[in-house]
């Protein structure tokens, strides 16, 4: 029987080059599918406002209706006041706090 004799330096550089060819060509498939589905999931831009300026917008609108909220917190509480038996909760000021009653 005769031992396999063992590989030449330019034969271990030519499977070593080939492993890295198939490695190379590995990674490139996978670049281009990572690339494809961060397209497919990125959304397009658009004309109008962006979920920001919407967000910013109700953020605004609720804080302008503040005042209303107030008072009607203030009308649920003195209800709650009243059908417990307590003394009813001061009115609200302009401002939309409780003050003392005038």
Known sequence: MTKPSEPTTAEWRAHVDEQFDAIHESLRALHQRQTLILELLTPEEREGPSLDDLLARI????????????????????????????TPRSHPDSSGEEGAEE
């Open 59 to 86: 953020v605004t609108l609720i804080a302008e209706q503040r005042p209303v909220l107030r008072r009607i917190d203030h009308t649920t509480g003195a209800s709650l006041d009243l059908l417990e038996g307590r």
